[in-house]
Nanobody
Framework: QVQVVESGGGLVQAGGSLRLSCAAS????????MGWFRQTPGKEREFVAV????????YYVDSVKGRFTISRDNAKNTAYLQMNSLKPEDTAVYYC???????????????????WGQGTQVTVSS
């Protein structure tokens, strides 16, 4: 059974940085994709970034391009989301998820993902 555990959230001032980690276990992830989503109260879960486990190709939502970087460490089965130049509007619960990658090369819908972490809160103060 695939397990996904996020860590690294917290409170930071605008302009600051945080790095989120996502540890996955339970199978090999060759051919899979790992994505980050975020959600605020009353809103749908929003796609943030995705990385293909093999090859490391990445894709980002426009609002975070140039500020966030997604990466992975194959040996540790861990993905990271480095978040720089944070803004108050980045405040959300951030979720990591695993997709088999069959629905799209860069899956961006929550429905494309099979396994989710519990979420980690990121709060950016102004």
């Amino acid at each position: 059974q695939v397990q996904v555990v996020e860590s690294g959230g917290g409170l930071v001032q605008a302009g600051g940085s945080l790095r989120l980690s996502c540890a996955a276990s339970g199978r090999t992830f060759s051919g899979y994709a790992m994505g980050w989503f975020r959600q605020t109260p009353g809103k749908e879960r929003e796609f943030v970034a995705v990385i293909r486990w093999s090859g490391g190709n990445t894709y980002y939502v426009d609002s975070v391009k140039g500020r966030f970087t997604i990466s992975r460490d194959n040996a540790k089965n861990t993905a990271y989301l480095q978040m720089n130049s944070l803004k108050p509007e980045d405040t959300a619960v951030y979720y990591c998820a695993i997709s088999s990658g069959r629905s799209a090369y860069f899956p961006m819908r929550a429905a494309d993902y099979d396994s989710w972490g519990q979420g980690t809160q990121v709060t950016v103060s102004s």
